[in-house]
């Protein structure tokens, strides 16, 4: 992950992802937060990470960066950790997550990302977070399933754009036992 040279890199579910090699990251330019069930390494100043309350079997959490360039205000995500019990109703947990996250009165999101458990295309995902657009949908290349190694057939893990941004390319690749990993290039609609 760390050969990629990304600007932030987002791991849900990280374990100890970070224990072992932690002066790695730190001499690369990383600014390394965890919280929660999220780990978070940006080059660009972290001003706020936070879990938030979610509904049972969801996890939620706050990010705030100070990306600098043609964005002209911090960048807001949010990432999310969905439960992955396959029957489930995803209609119902999308009405149930939209009300939630309406209700916690966060500032106007530009990405929503993480592992979903809802596959890219579900209707589910509109409604649970609206005016946002798949960025693999849009911008996406190469084989577009992230579940399950070694052959992946299901796009879950996924990163849905907000109304302020724009998806400039998208693609998948393997990290480890069970999901891909997504990497996807935004900015924002106006500016640089």
């Keep these: 992950i760390l050969a990629i040279d990304a600007d932030l890199v987002v791991i849900s ?8 090699r932690r002066g790695a990251w730190a001499e690369r330019g990383y600014d390394l937060v965890q919280t929660g069930t999220f780990a978070f390494a ?15 079997g969801c996890y939620l959490a706050l990010v705030r960066i100070d990306v600098g360039g043609g964005w002209n205000r911090p960048l807001t995500l949010l990432a999310v950790d969905l439960p992955s019990a396959p029957q489930a109703s995803r209609y119902e947990l999308a009405v149930r997550l939209a009300a939630w996250t309406s209700s916690l009165g966060l500032p ?11 596959t890219r295309g579900s209707e589910s995902l509109a409604i649970a977070f609206p005016g946002h657009r798949e960025a693999f949908g849009e911008a996406g ?12 057939l299901f796009h879950i893990d996924l990163l849905l754009a907000g109304p302020d941004v724009r998806v400039r390319w998208c ?7 069970r999901h891909r990993a997504q990497e996807t290039w935004i900015e924002p609609r106006t500016g640089a």
Excluded at 48 to 56: G, H, K
Excluded at 108 to 118: K, R
Aim: glycine fraction near 8%.
């Design 13 to 20: 579910n990280p374990w100890q992802f970070f224990r072992s």
């Design 42 to 56: 940006s080059r660009r100043p972290i001003l706020e990470a936070r879990p938030l309350p979610a509904p049972a």
């Design 108 to 118: 106007a999101v530009d990405a929503t990302l993480g592992d979903f458990n809802i």
């Design 141 to 152: 290349s190469g084989w577009g399933a992230s579940f399950e190694e070694p052959w992946p």
């Design 171 to 177: 693609r998948l690749w393997t990290v480890g036992p």
